[in-house]
């Protein structure tokens, strides 16, 4: 197709040459042939010229990306030089030539806060109304620890907490807790270091916490199932054995849950007593095992072992010189709608206390085998209302003649005690709880009704399965 200019200037060549005076006149054939091929002489010439034209603007356009392209590649090839060059000079030593090193300024951390430790606080209130005066309750057949008592009656505030959290480094974390009780008392509940990276599913922590052995001991009262611990935990461990110490565990790399773990503690701490054996009186080992049943429930198994030395341990007025071996199995049960416990979950729990004490009580030999046991249940029917059910019950052996009339003697009486719970939660930071005891661990029944709020504010781990 031929370029719109080259037929309009080929139209004015035409109107120009009829235009002569003579031309518009000729009628022969010569002259009309003529003048035709004038017309196609310069149309011809014409497309020629377009044709070049259009040639060179297409390589001057060719020429003109070359060009814009090695520009972009030679500033590239430049700035990587530069950049190269800027950290080959940090990396060398400053040469003694008098010129000043390349200083570099510390990059700030990501947030102001970012090494400042959470902080949390629990608040733990109780109102207890008791048919028995709590303050004088007792356990025919065992030696209680300090923390094994009952609530008081009317209002207590209770024990209440403030801890702190805190990565130390890419490789530890610590953790403080501490308490107050109703009576305006502080103490350290936990204060520990434990490594993040030890690899190999290993992990150590060192300082004073709670141990690791059966199901509920390593938590916090505040995350019980029940407003206080039961019977087997009440008589064989105080509430819950903590002390000073070292704790190894280990998670093993396999698709079913399985952790081992082992303690060395100091040895202070109920049923010890003394730090026996220069400081270091108890020794525990735990293995814990679960796994989904299917996408609603799943289940957890344990066993654990503690054994405990006693130096003059002292439990009102009562001295024991032994030591103390105590076995736990665990088994727990979860259910929960398509693995979503938000509307509705259950959770079946149950555990079994085997316990031997050798040694001298009150300078009268001992050797004698206990056992315990619990089962629970709590079940929440709607979002943040639950009910719960606990039996508790403990046995012991014939007790020598010689301790007749003691602390150690059962009086032919079965400790048993049975618990009911109603539970409201107003979110997870936040719980009203109403529990009644029907309390048979003395030789005469104690009906026990116990109101109790908890609030936890700031940030707060997860609790454990």
Excluded: C
Excluded at 163 to 174: E, Q, T
Excluded at 284 to 290: K, Q, Y
Excluded at 424 to 440: A, I, L, N, P
């Amino acid at each position: 197709m031929k370029h719109p200019s080259s037929l309009a200037v080929g139209a004015f060549a035409a109107a120009a040459l009829l235009s002569v005076p003579g031309l518009a006149h000729a009628t022969d054939s010569d002259d009309l042939s003529a003048i035709k091929s004038s017309i196609d002489a310069l149309r011809h010439d014409y497309d020629a010229r377009i044709l070049e034209l259009e040639a060179r603007l297409k390589k001057a356009e060719a020429e003109a990306r070359s060009a814009k392209a090695s520009a972009v590649a030679a500033q590239a090839s430049a700035s990587e030089a530069k950049s190269a060059s800027a950290k080959a000079a940090a990396a060398a030593p400053a040469v003694a030539t008098g010129a000043p090193a390349l200083t570099l300024t510390p990059r700030p951390p990501a947030s102001a806060g970012a090494f400042n430790p959470g902080i949390a606080a629990v608040l733990n209130g109780t109102y207890g109304a008791f048919s028995r005066d709590p303050g004088v309750a007792r356990i025919p057949g065992f030696a209680l620890g300090d923390e094994a008592g009952l609530p008081d009656r009317g209002f207590s505030l209770g024990e209440s907490e403030v801890s702190l959290s805190a990565n130390i480094d890419p490789y530890l974390k610590g953790a403080l807790t501490l308490a107050f009780d109703g009576n305006n008392e502080l103490s350290v509940e936990e204060a520990y270091i434990q490594t993040t990276k030890l690899g190999h599913g290993l992990s150590l922590k060192a300082g004073r916490f709670f141990s690791g052995i059966g199901y509920i001991n390593e938590r916090h009262a505040h995350d019980w199932s029940f407003s206080d611990a039961s019977l087997p935990y009440r008589a064989f461990l105080g509430n819950q054995y903590g002390d000073d110490g070292v704790q190894l565990r280990w998670l093993a790399p396999s698709d079913q849950f399985l952790e081992f773990g082992a303690e060395w503690y100091r040895g202070d701490s109920f049923p010890a007593g003394g730090s026996a054996n220069h400081g270091k009186g108890t020794y525990t080992a735990f293995l814990h095992t679960g796994d989904d049943i299917n996408e609603s429930s799943s289940w957890l198994f344990g066993v654990s072992y503690l054994r405990a030395l006693a130096d003059d341990r002292d439990t009102g007025g009562d001295v024991f010189d032994g030591k103390d071996n105590l076995g736990i199995l665990t088994a727990v049960y979860k259910w929960a709608p398509q693995g979503n416990p938000v509307e509705r979950n259950l959770v079946l729990s149950g555990e079994f206390f085997l316990d031997r004490q050798q040694g001298d009580f009150n300078a009268i030999p001992v050797d004698d085998t206990r056992n315990g046991w619990y089962v629970q249940g709590v079940y929440q029917f709607m979002p943040r209302w639950s009910v719960g059910l606990r039996y508790a019950q403990l046995a012991g052996v014939d007790t020598d003649a010689a301790l007749f009339g003691t602390t150690l003697d059962p009086l032919d009486h079965t400790p048993r005690a049975t618990s009911a719970l109603l539970e409201f939660d107003t979110s997870e930071f936040g719980r009203f709880r109403v529990q009644y005891t029907y309390d048979q661990s003395d030789i005469q029944p104690n009906n026990e009704l116990l109101f109790q709020y908890t609030v936890i504010y700031g940030p707060h781990g997860a609790h454990r399965y």
